[in-house]
């Protein structure tokens, strides 16, 4: 799907909004006529998010056909479908999302599993201490120290406030690790990599920490 070319019927129902979206139709309109031809960007569908993509499309990955891998130092490379990672332990929680612009969206409800639980699967290499995350959006990646990837609130999201996860916010699986601005958080992730140290993501090849932690980091870029 080229989403370049879709009309608003189309877009609102990318977002999920259905009838609700009336409300928040003109948001959606100016977003349409402004950005959609260059640009997704920063749009306001509910509750405060925006949608942020680097490129001009939002991923559309079928859950079926969905495969996660994970690899680089560990002993045991695979991929994982969906239904792998849904058989992990299961952990739900409420956490606040704060994007280093600004706003912020409180109570968001997330599930999914714990990275330590993953890791379990394909055994790390005790010289591995930094995980990276890698998007299907071409171009967009990121990565953490293994202890931040361990902190309690951090984890792997198939689902969102009660539903699965929608495509606008990173479906099938995004990263969520709260006590760390939005750019962390990738989206689409199809790939996971255990490395010698942390690499500097897209955001931080543009300005900004590799530590972004809420109300501590630069927060120095363009437009994150
Ligand atoms: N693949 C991908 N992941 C991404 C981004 C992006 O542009 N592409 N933007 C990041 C930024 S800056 C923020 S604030 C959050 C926004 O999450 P949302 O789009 O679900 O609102 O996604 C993060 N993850
Ligand atoms: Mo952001």
């Known amino acids: 799907m080229n989403d370049r070319l879709i009309g608003r019927a189309g877009f609102l129902g990318l977002l999920g909004v259905g009838t609700a979206g009336l409300f928040y139709g003109r948001n959606v309109q100016d977003f ?33 056909s969905y495969r996660l891998a994970v690899g680089g130092m560990v002993d045991g490379p695979r991929t994982f479908t969906l239904d792998d990672l849904k058989a992990l332990k ?15 969206v409180n109570n968001v409800h997330w599930a999914g599993f714990r990275i330590k639980d993953l890791l379990d699967e394909v055994k790390p290499h005790a010289g591995a201490t930094a995980i990276r995350f890698v998007s299907a959006e071409p171009g967009y990646d990121d990565s953490l120290t293994l202890d931040q990837a361990m902190l309690g609130d951090v984890l792997l999201a198939y689902e969102m406030d009660g ?3 929608p495509r606008p916010h990173g479906a099938p699986l995004r990263l969520v ?48």
């Not at 402004?34 to 559309?60: C, E, F, H, M």
């Not at 962390?184 to 990599?193: F, P, S």
């Open 163 to 165: 539903g699965p996860l």
């Open 177 to 224: 690790i709260p006590d760390m601005y939005g750019y962390k958080n990738v989206k689409w992730i199809t790939r996971i990599e255990l490395l010698p140290k942390p690499t500097a993501g897209y955001w931080e090849q543009h300005g900004y920490d590799v530590n972004a932690w809420v109300g501590r980091s630069n927060g120095n870029g363009p437009s994150a």
């Open 32 to 64: 349409v006529g402004r950005v959609v031809p260059k640009q997704l960007q920063a749009i306001v569908p509910t509750d405060g998010w925006r949608i942020y993509t680097i490129g001009d499309s939002v991923p559309n990955i079928s859950p079926v």
């Open 90 to 104: 299961r952990v739900e929680q409420i956490s606040t999302f704060h994007c280093v612009t600004g706003w912020i």
